[in-house]
């Protein structure tokens, strides 16, 4: 396992996880990492080969072996090339956010891509957001997470940045998928951001980070 820190933050779609992971990881020093980027970017070729991931799973498992994901640092953060392409607003669009929690119950899928988020803290000091990364990818790490927000609250977030997204469906699949489920993992911190604005989850976690030793002068 990796000598480096790993700060896991997980929660349901719009809980805030990555603004306050990128804020985090920038006052720490440290790289942000979503590994929501991961799913979207492979959904977005499983699109563009035109597969339907619940009809055909075994044709989108083939195509992790034709598929190339390289991730590289830029600004601190994970900047992700697929094929060779920089995927950049696909990864949003209708089309991936109604299938990447389909693409992302396909046991194998997780499996490979888990294993890229691993190698993410190899070189640095991370913060990694996503559903699984304190349950699942980091077990061991003392620093973990869960954002949470009631569902009106993150419905009207996810409204506000005009992102016609079906956060419902989406949080349904995750928290129920066999394999790495969403959920509160093993002694992470829970903080539930309805009334906190952003600057304050940002100093929960890093009052909750310095008590743990994790300040900006000890990286
Ligand atoms: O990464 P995740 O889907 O969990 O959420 P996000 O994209 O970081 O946050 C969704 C939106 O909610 C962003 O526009 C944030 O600025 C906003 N937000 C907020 O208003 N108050 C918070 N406490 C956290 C996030
Ligand atoms: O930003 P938002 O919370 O809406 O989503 P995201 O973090 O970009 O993740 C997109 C989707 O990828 C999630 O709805 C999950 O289906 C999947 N995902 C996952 O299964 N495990 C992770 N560690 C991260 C994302």
């Known amino acids: 396992m990796s000598t480096h820190h790993v700060v896991a933050i997980d929660g349901p779609a719009a809980s805030g996880k990555s603004s306050v992971s990128r804020k985090v990881a920038e006052k720490l020093g440290y790289a942000f990492v979503s590994s929501g980027l991961m799913y979207r970017a492979f959904t977005w070729v499983v699109c563009e080969v035109g597969l339907d991931p619940e009809a055909d799973p075994d044709a989108v498992v083939a195509l992790l072996d034709k598929t190339k994901i390289e991730a590289s640092r830029r600004d601190n953060e994970l900047f992700l090339l697929v094929n060779g392409s920089d995927p950049g607003d696909a990864l949003t669009s209708d089309y991936v956010n109604g299938n990447v929690s389909k693409v992302a119950k396909i046991p194998d899928v997780r499996k490979a891509l888990v294993k890229q988020q691993r190698a993410c803290a190899e070189a640095t000091d991370i913060v990694m957001e996503g559903r699984d990364i304190g349950s699942v990818v980091f077990p061991d790490t003392p620093y973990k997470f869960y954002l949470d927000a009631s569902e009106v609250v993150r419905a ?26 969403l959920k509160v993992a093993d002694g992470a911190t829970k903080i539930d951001t309805s009334d906190l604005t952003l600057p304050q989850v940002v100093e929960a976690l890093l009052g909750q980070l310095s008590e743990q030793g994790v300040t900006p002068s000890s990286t």
Do not use: F, N, W, Y
Request: net charge positive.
């Open 156 to 181: 009207r977030r996810r409204a506000a940045q005009g992102l016609g997204d079906e956060i419902a469906e989406r949080d349904r699949l995750d928290s129920t998928r066999k394999v790495s489920p």
